[in-house]
């Protein structure tokens, strides 16, 4: 018989995600912890406490997505049935799009599209509380979650942050006094919205609409931090406002600060920084394009587009609500969609679908070898060429160099200008000589369903 643990969930919890490399910080554990935990900010950097000489409850673990997304599961459970193609999971229709509403456009990170919709569901009366992650006001260099009651709140909660943010921690509020609720989050922190509502868990019974986000890469705090040293500033109190996503499509990162200096350099300059500061959870994340839920929404990246300007998204109806919603707006003329095929959206995120589907299991594979610890999905790819392999050991080894405390200063010491200058044209290169390699028959790749008990 096993020893009495007082601690078990605590201790199942810590050394399952939080000691491991792959805790995400979604703020998820805390939010259903029942005021066992709280998340503790240091120096942008989150981890939980126990505030109480308890075990936290079971669904604490549960809930967690940093360890288990069963993927084929939850698939079953949000769409009933499992997706037609992995690459890119379960939808009805798909669309490249904007918002009509200028203002709105163009404030927000790509078409406006999930700010619109979300104003919308608000407007009609669909939703009385809509979820959204702001810059906060005291400490503009980090995001919170609130719930938004208001345009003005959600005109304020527009663009992407790409920085940790613990969005889950919003659970601690709900239900609250909230009747219907939209949800926007990033693909592991939908996970477990999705799991918690497998669970029939109270916080999130009224959650009745989930847009999802496009992700290739969430960056660690320490990419604001050398953000900044590389631009000559020490102070993150000398921040009066920060964006990603700034101005035009595709903006800017910009920070303004208190002196009335603004720092400001393009989003695809500012990539710099992703292969130094990318977080280990979303190097081995396998989602790209929030597969569960309802509505998902990425960048319309594509030279038509990108000349165009405005702001443009490529918007993923996956379910029937997702669908219907967008399908209402348009017929009020909220929204520009215009039907695209499953090929188009494959040729205009082939990276990023590569980069997960074939880049981030290799990756795991390459750990549960090394015998550390591996997240786990329910499913697998069983074909990815030789090539693929060869590709992601020189991709593996370039950002092992780009992490090296003395690589990041060499890239702090460098003029800014030159450096996303720099990073654009090797980026170009690298995306030209992979081409056949990471672009070439996506669709060939198959994919099997795992064993896997846990939800
Ligand atoms: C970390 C990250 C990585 C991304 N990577 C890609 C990519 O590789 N390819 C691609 O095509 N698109 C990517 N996106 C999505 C893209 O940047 C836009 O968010 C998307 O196109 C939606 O645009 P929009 O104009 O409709 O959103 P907006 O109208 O600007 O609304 C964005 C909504 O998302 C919420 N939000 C923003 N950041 C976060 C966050 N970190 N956590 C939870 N909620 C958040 C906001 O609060 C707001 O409600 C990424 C987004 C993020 C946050």
Same mark, same amino acid.
């Given at each position: 018989?096993?020893?009495? *643990? ?11 995600? /939080?000691?491991?490399? #792959? ?23 989150? %981890?939980? @406490? ?64 999930? $700010? ?14 809509? /979820? $959204? ?22 005109? !304020? ?25 939209? &949800? ?8 477990? @919205?999705?799991?918690?509502?497998? &669970? ?7 959650? *009745? ?5 496009? %992700? ?34 595709? !903006? ?9 200096? @603004? ?5 695809? &300059?500012?990539? %710099? ?46 379910? +029937? ?10 017929? +009020? ?37 090394? !015998?550390?610890?591996?997240?786990? %999905? ?19 080894? #370039? ?10 200063? /060499? ?37 099997? /369903?795992?064993?896997?008990? *846990? @939800?």
């Amino acid at each position: 018989m096993r020893p009495y *643990n007082k601690f078990m969930y605590w201790d199942k919890l810590k050394k399952e995600i /939080i000691d491991t490399d #792959l805790y995400s910080r979604s703020g998820t554990e805390v939010g259903v912890s029942g005021g066992v935990l709280d998340l503790k900010e240091k120096n942008g950097d989150y %981890y939980p @406490i126990k505030l109480l000489d308890r075990d936290i409850p079971e669904i604490s673990c549960k809930a967690s997505s940093d360890k288990y997304i069963n993927y084929p599961k939850l698939n079953k459970f949000v769409f009933g049935k499992l997706p037609e193609s992995w690459l890119v999971g379960e939808y009805k229709k798909i669309f490249i799009g904007h918002i009509k509403n200028k203002n709105v456009r163009r404030n927000a990170s790509s078409g406006g599209i999930v $700010t619109g919709a979300q104003k919308y569901l608000l407007q009609k009366k669909l939703v009385d509380g809509v /979820i $959204t992650t702001k810059m906060k006001k005291d400490q503009p260099y980090l995001s919170e979650s609130i719930i938004a009651t208001s345009t003005d709140e959600i005109l !304020g909660g527009a663009q992407s942050k790409y920085v940790i943010s613990p969005t889950n921690l919003i659970l601690r509020d709900l239900p609250g006094k909230y009747n219907s609720l939209v &949800y926007t989050g990033l693909p592991e922190q939908i996970a477990s @919205i999705r799991k918690l509502q497998y &669970y029939k868990h109270d916080s999130v019974k009224n959650i *009745n609409y989930v847009f999802g986000l496009f %992700y290739g890469e969430l960056l660690s705090f320490s990419a604001l931090t050398s953000f900044l040293k590389t631009h000559k500033v020490c102070d993150l109190k000398k921040i009066k406002r920060l964006f990603y996503r700034y101005g035009e499509w595709p !903006g800017s990162m910009r920070v303004e600060l208190k002196d009335g200096r @603004i720092i400001s350099v393009k989003k695809f &300059y500012a990539n %710099y920084l992703i292969p130094s500061h990318i977080t280990n959870f979303s190097y081995y994340q396998v989602d790209y394009m929030s597969e569960l839920a309802d509505i998902s929404v990425g960048d319309g990246w594509s030279p038509v587009y990108e000349k165009r300007g405005d702001g443009w998204s490529v918007i993923i109806a996956r379910s +029937e609500k997702g669908l219907k919603l967008l399908e209402d707006m348009e017929k +009020e003329e909220r929204v520009y969609l215009q039907e695209i095929s499953f090929g188009d959206l494959l040729k205009m995120h082939s990276h990023g679908i590569d980069f997960k589907k074939r880049g981030a299991f290799i990756r795991i594979a390459n750990r549960r070898k090394k !015998g550390l610890p591996v997240p786990e %999905y329910g499913y697998e790819p069983v074909n990815i060429p030789a090539s693929r392999f060869r590709i992601e050991k020189l991709l593996s080894f #370039l950002f092992w160099l780009f992490k090296q405390r003395f690589f990041i200063m /060499i890239l702090e010491n460098l003029p800014p200008k030159f450096l996303g200058w720099f990073f654009v044209l090797a980026r170009d290169v690298w995306k030209k000589k992979t081409k056949n390699a990471k672009k070439g028959n996506l669709t060939g790749l198959r994919f099997k /369903i795992k064993k896997m008990d *846990n @939800i």
